[in-house]
Structures are given as C-alpha cells and as structure tokens.
C-alpha cells in the first residue's frame, strides 16, 4: 500500500472539527473529556499532532525521506465539517502504517475507535435512522437490559411497548450514568 504525506497545515480544522462532538465516551478512554462527554480541545490538539507524526514517521521509514513536522501546527479558528472531520480521520487511520512504524499501534487503534464512534454518532444523527423500526416484528419482547459503555448492568425491563420508551430509557440512563448505553433485547 502507498502512504500519502497529509498536509498538516489542516490540523487546526481537523482539531476544532473533532472537538464538535458530544458524547464521545470511547474516544473519552483516551483523551481527558469533561463530564458531558465533550473532548477537551488541548487533548484533541495533542491527538491530532501526534497522529500527523505518526503519519510523517510512516512516510519516512517508508520512502526513506527525513520530513519533518511544524513545531507549531496552526489554528485556524475553522472547523471542519463534521463530514469531513471523519474523512480526515479515516485517510489519517489508511496512511499510517505499523509495519513501518510500531510504536504508532496504540494511536492507530486510537484512531480507529474515534473514526467508528464518529461514524456511529452521524448515522444515528440522520433522520431516517431515527425513523426506521428496530427490526422486529413489533409487539412486546420479554426482556431488555440496558449496560453502560464498561458492559455493567444499569437496567433490565422484563416487559416494555415500543422503541419509544426504550430510546427515553437510554437517554435517561446516559444523562444520569455519564455515559453509552448499550441495550441487548432477549
């Protein structure tokens, strides 16, 4: 696979783009997040440098170049569309390679979880998502069981009416649980 050099003079866009999610619980493992799930903007600004380095450290073992880095990579006050923003994360994830760069693994996977937390919040976002049934015939289950994002079990119903009660149940859950829920339907 080839690599591609990623201009890092968008870093500042790519930063302000990221910090525009809320509810970024996974990515929140890795980077400081305040209370309500929003990544706080040095932390972000310290990720997005050091995946453009593990991006330039790819390109140079690789080609056998010696690029370097700005020591300051430049705000500019413009965020990325939030489209974007996982686009850039994505080509970010292709062009950095472990076989060249080993020591990138951990931001590597990094990256992955935030492109996938990233692509989940904009497809749940979307109003024909919101609209589409759960995918099942309807009607009541037997059992619902609703965990936070570190596999504890917050809730169980034993019977409940519809999507409707169970998405107001997982609002709820994550308000008062700071935190993703995930439900399992038995």
Sequence with gaps: MSVMLLDETKAGSLTEGI?????????????DHSNEGKLCYN??????RELYQANLN????????????LDILPATGERMNKYQTL?????????IETEY????KKIFDEVKVMVDEIAYILVTDQEQYKEAEWGWK????????????KGKLL???????GMEEVNAT?????????CRVKVIFD
């Design 19 to 31: 910090c525009q999610f809320n509810q970024m619980w996974n990515s929140g493992r890795f980077i």
């Design 43 to 48: 932390a972000v600004q310290k990720f997005v």
């Design 58 to 69: 790819t390109w140079n073992k690789k080609y056998n170049q010696n690029d370097t880095i």
């Design 87 to 95: 686009k850039s994360l994505q080509c970010l994830h292709y062009n």
């Design 101 to 104: 760069v080993p020591e990138a």
């Design 138 to 149: 309807g009607g009541i289950t037997t059992m619902v069981k609703f965990y936070n994002d």
């Design 155 to 161: 809730l169980t119903y034993s019977t409940y009416e």
């Design 170 to 178: 997982i609002e709820l859950l994550e308000y008062e649980n700071n």
